[in-house]
């Protein structure tokens, strides 16, 4: 199965910061890549999808970027609500669909 | 709008059984893949089970043999029957809709708890 990291696993950041999380997969998954944000008691909601496409109704700052094993979320001027925790996962070819760990970014 | 309920989570002893219920409205139930994803306090979601819209099932390796997923497109439901739980299977179990166009899960329930104790 595909293994997922994500670096940091948290961050501390201010209002109107840029901030960039890391998800690495262990095996080339082309663009097959998703972002997602959680936010307490809450299910995931899709931000990004194939690595760079915005999902409809989520707002022009966060982009994603990257292929292969490498890729990036950036949010670029956080918002009050962006404080949550972001999630990257894999739909690359049959289930298993991997979810990273996590990371959390705090005020 | 799209909905999906869950339903049926709670307490169950080590080796009882439990199944967990989803009802899905406001699209195709029956054009699209289904899926069951757990996630465990404090922990990131795990993607558990999916059914596609012909049926193939997949599951993740540490329920093979003890969770099945069923759908039933007449009652825009899809279920999952837990049997012989364990207590690391203890999370909230969400129902999660595949969109093919994106290869995301776009929608998603509000999640079951399901606790796995003596």
């Known amino acids: 199965d595909i293994q997922m990291t994500q670096s940091p696993s948290s961050l501390s950041a201010s209002v109107g910061d840029r901030i960039t999380i890391t998800c690495r997969t262990s095996?080339?998954?082309?663009?097959?890549l998703n972002w997602y944000q959680q936010k307490p008691g809450r299910a995931p909601k899709v931000l990004i999808y194939?690595?760079?496409s915005l999902q409809s109704g989520v707002p022009s700052r966060f982009s994603g970027s990257g292929s292969g094993t490498d890729f990036t979320l950036t949010i670029s001027g956080l918002q009050p609500e962006d404080f949550a925790t972001y999630y990257c996962?894999?739909?690359?070819?049959?289930?298993?669909?991997?979810f990273g760990p996590g990371t959390k970014v705090e005020i | 709008e799209v909905q999906l309920v869950e339903s049926g989570g709670g307490l169950v002893k080590p080796g009882e059984s439990l199944r967990l219920s989803c009802v899905a409205s406001g699209f195709t139930f029956s054009s699209y893949s289904m899926n069951w994803v757990r996630q465990a306090p404090g922990k990131g979601p795990e993607w558990v089970s999916s059914i596609s819209s012909s049926g193939y099932i997949s599951y993740t390796d540490s329920v093979k043999g003890r969770f099945t997923i069923s759908r039933d497109n007449a009652k825009h439901s899809v279920f999952l029957q837990m049997d012989s739980p364990r207590g690391d299977d203890s999370a909230v179990y969400y129902c999660?809709?595949?969109?093919?166009?994106?290869?995301?899960?776009?929608?998603w329930g509000q999640g079951t708890r399901v606790t796995v104790s003596s």
């Open positions: 095996e080339t998954i082309s663009s097959n």
């Open positions: 999660a809709r595949l969109d093919s166009n994106t290869w995301t899960f776009d929608s």
């Open positions: 194939a690595a760079s």
């Open positions: 996962q894999q739909t690359y070819g049959t289930p298993p669909f991997t």
